[in-house]
């Protein structure tokens, strides 16, 4: 299953708030995700235990480097809403005093971190429609994990945002090590991430 799209009612000119109350009133099922990409609802389903293997394994060696006041996230939704859209990332990193008041969602300028990990569904928002989103809304940091890049799985890391573009800053093949910068100063073994 791919991801479905939800018609926003109100067609062009529709505004910000009228896409979030969607958002908010789509009812998926359990575990699907539900994002705005380029001011179109998308409804994905759940990951594959692979993907969700793929974020716990990097989660740990992550929590081994951030600050205590950050937090690691799996299902917090960033908003971009001067680029249309709502992203649910596979994980963010971020000051825990980014959730500090009303809300689902947290502004993607407020995250450290982001990192996207591919899914037949969603590869094509993962590749563009995302790297452009965050790179547009000031996200230091974007790690691409791509197990179904061309048939040789790779993480590329997206980093130092300019004029809503960012430059990469390393791309390695899955089994090779991948360098995350301060304030991680982390080497990722992209060797143990599950190939789907």
């Given at each position: ?17 009228d896409l979030v109350r969607i958002w908010e009133e789509t009812d ?66 971020l000051p825990r005093t980014a959730l500090f008041g009303p809300g ?59 004029d809503g573009t960012y430059r990469v800053l390393e791309t390695v ?24």
């Amino acid at each position: 299953m791919g991801p479905l799209t939800v018609d926003p009612a109100p067609g062009p000119g529709q505004d910000w708030d009228d896409l979030v109350r969607i958002w908010e009133e789509t009812d998926a099922p359990e575990g699907c995700k539900v994002e705005i990409i380029e001011e179109i609802v998308t409804v994905s389903p759940p990951p594959s235990k692979d993907h969700s293997s793929t974020a716990s394994l990097l989660q740990r060696p992550l929590y081994s480097v951030i600050p205590e006041d950050w937090g690691i996230y799996q299902t917090l939704g960033v908003t971009l809403p001067g680029r249309g859209g709502i992203y649910i990332p596979d994980l963010v990193v971020l000051p825990r005093t980014a959730l500090f008041g009303p809300g689902n969602t947290v502004p993607a300028e407020e995250a450290r971190l982001v990192v996207e990990i591919t899914s037949r569904a969603n590869a094509n928002h993962d590749r563009v429609s995302k790297v452009n989103g965050y790179a547009k809304a000031g996200v230091e940091l974007f790690l691409l994990l791509d197990p179904w890049h061309s048939g040789r799985p790779t993480a590329t890391l997206y980093g130092e945002p300019e004029d809503g573009t960012y430059r990469v800053l390393e791309t390695v093949e899955y089994g090779r090590e991948l360098t995350l910068p301060e304030p991680f100063g982390l080497v990722l073994d992209t060797g143990v991430f599950p190939i789907s």
